[in-house]
């Protein structure tokens, strides 16, 4: 079992939807949570980051966290044609350098 | 502020020539990094360094070296090229190691 995984996709949704992304990953004790961005040639940047079970809101972006089921969500809400990229989530088991994890990463096409 | 930096942008090698990436940053962190990319996998970690002065493996590191020059910058070696090799090679540097990372622009390396 890969460590984080996540749908690689294309998840294609309409201008104006919701996209939902997934992750899950497979170390009960991992202690935070990441969301990154990466447009095609392009390097990753942080979309948000969540601690805590539950969820976490900015902008037209909410994180979702569920450590009992371990998984973590990224909602983005009234999807725009500039959001197609590619998500990457990371988890972070512990406070060592390596353990800082990234899954293969969802590719989003949001359709005009 | 220029965040982080990589030199260079793209490098075609021989097999078996050596190279040395380049990686700044200028955010007064205390933790680097250096990632590949491959399609398909994700970034996997070849070596990071937690502080000035200390380096460690990642998940990739055979056929790598690295430096911690000073607190800003963070080299990456490799010494006998290989085909395998080719990939697309980011930097990236945090506060400390279970902090948000911030990534360089990439280089992208062909081993030819």
């Known amino acids: 079992q890969k460590e984080v995984e996540q749908n690689s996709g294309p998840l294609s949704v309409p201008e104006g939807a919701i996209a939902s992304l997934n992750c899950t990953y497979s170390?009960?004790?991992?202690?935070?949570f990441f969301w990154y961005r990466q447009y095609s040639g392009k390097s990753p940047e942080l979309i948000m980051f969540?601690?805590?079970?539950g969820d976490k809101e900015d902008g037209r972006f909410t994180a979702q966290l569920n450590k009992a089921s371990q998984y973590v969500s990224l909602l983005i809400r009234d999807s725009q044609p500039s959001d197609s990229a590619t998500y990457l989530c990371?988890?972070?088991?512990?406070?060592?350098?390596?353990?800082?994890?990234f899954g293969p990463g969802t590719r989003l096409s949001v359709l005009p | 502020n220029a965040g982080v930096t990589q030199t260079p942008k793209f490098q075609v090698l021989k097999t078996g020539q050596s190279m040395t990436l380049q990686c700044a940053q200028d955010m007064n962190h205390n933790s680097m990094y250096w990632y590949r990319q491959d399609p398909g996998m994700g970034l996997r970690l070849i070596y990071y360094?937690?502080?000035?002065?200390?380096?460690d493996k990642g998940e990739v590191p055979n056929g790598y070296n690295v430096s911690r020059l000073n607190k800003r910058e963070f080299s990456l070696r490799l010494e006998s090229a290989a085909p395998s090799q080719t990939s697309v090679y980011f930097c990236?540097?945090?506060?400390?190691?279970?902090?948000?990372?911030?990534f360089g622009p990439g280089t992208r390396l062909l081993v030819l």
């Open positions: 170390d009960r004790g991992s202690q935070s």
């Open positions: 360094s937690a502080s000035e002065g200390t380096t």
């Open positions: 990236a540097s945090s506060v400390a190691v279970q902090e948000t990372q911030y």
């Open positions: 990371a988890v972070n088991r512990d406070n060592y350098g390596q353990n800082f994890v």
């Open positions: 969540i601690y805590s079970n």
